[in-house]
């Protein structure tokens, strides 16, 4: 849960030239209201395009990334098809055979713990690299981030996100390593660093500007809703990249309201003991932000 000591500490790090001081301060207090019931850890991170203001709350504190690690990924291959290593639309073998990072052992992924059956299907066959990026992030199918993990290296991963200032952030691995779980060797995150990525998305600088809107245009296709677009209107366009696990519920995006201007919001949790609270309490902070960016209180 939040402390009010946490909390205060947020105003410090706002710029006076946004000229919301009160409405921040208002906003402060309601997101820390809305949270403070629910039993769980968690970490908000918002910033308005172009502004130098935010709110930062447990920013810096570290969480199982789930399938928010999927965003670096995706940065990291349109990265790599940037340089020349290879093209969005070569193919690629579709396999379920993976070496775990502990000891080179073999594992396969099992689909009842897939969100996704459809890459399944196609095992012994090809896919094209802007196929699996596609399941990767829009229906977070574990099988293509694997298979993308297994083109481009977590440590190539890892570096990019270095590059562009995300100094926390770790991605060891791809999914369902059990042997490298067991041994707490888990892909990391924190809200701060998740906000830097996806303003680098935003500001066409993550890859090129081309690549960016590419990214952007797969975000907004993803199919899971419930959290920062839960409570949103309908003509509010989020892209984002969810991640779950068990006592975990994140969501991390860009928010393009209607009259053009943009906001990156990420909501991390972690402990939670009723998931569904904990989802509707991340959804009621998404709508009350996006409030705050229409009315500035």
Same mark, same amino acid.
């Given at each position: ?34 949270? *403070?019931?629910?039993?769980? +850890? ?12 935010? $709110? /930062? %709350?447990? #920013? ?115 999914? *369902?390593?059990?042997?490298? +779980? ?12 998740? $906000? /830097? %990525?996806? #303003? ?98």
């Amino acid at each position: 849960m939040l402390s009010i000591r946490t909390l205060s500490l947020v105003i410090m790090t706002l710029s006076p030239t946004i000229g919301m001081s009160q409405g921040y301060e208002k906003l402060r207090l309601d997101v820390h209201q809305m949270l *403070e019931t629910v039993p769980g +850890f968690f970490a908000v991170a918002f910033k308005p395009g172009g502004d130098t203001a935010a $709110l /930062l %709350i447990n #920013e810096r504190a570290m969480f199982h990334a789930a399938s928010t690690m999927k965003t670096p990924v995706m940065i990291e291959v349109f990265r790599q098809a940037r340089k020349g290593q290879f093209s969005l639309d070569d193919s690629v073998s579709v396999r379920n055979e993976f070496k775990s990072i502990v000891d080179g052992s073999l594992y396969e992924l099992d689909l009842k713990d897939d969100s996704d059956d459809s890459m399944y299907k196609r095992i012994g066959g090809k896919a094209s690299v802007r196929e699996l990026i596609h399941q990767m992030i829009i229906v977070s199918s574990n099988l293509a981030t694997n298979i993308l993990m297994g083109l481009v290296g977590a440590e190539k991963v890892t570096g990019t996100m270095r590059r562009l200032g995300a100094h926390d952030i770790e991605v060891l691995r791809g999914v *369902e390593d059990g042997k490298a +779980f067991e041994r707490g060797m888990n892909n990391r995150t924190n809200a701060y660093d998740l $906000l /830097l %990525i996806l #303003e680098a998305i935003a500001e066409g600088r993550a890859v090129d500007p081309s690549s960016s809107k590419a990214m952007v245009d797969v975000l907004l296709a993803q199919q899971f809703g419930d959290l920062i677009p839960a409570l949103l209107p309908p003509n509010v366009r989020v892209a984002h990249k969810t991640g779950s696990i068990t006592g975990v519920e994140h969501d991390s995006g860009i928010v393009y309201l209607p009259d053009g201007r943009r906001y990156v919001l990420v909501l991390l949790s972690k402990d939670l003991k009723n998931l569904q609270e904990g989802k509707q309490a991340l959804a009621r902070v998404s709508k009350r932000i996006y409030d705050f960016m229409i009315e500035g209180k």
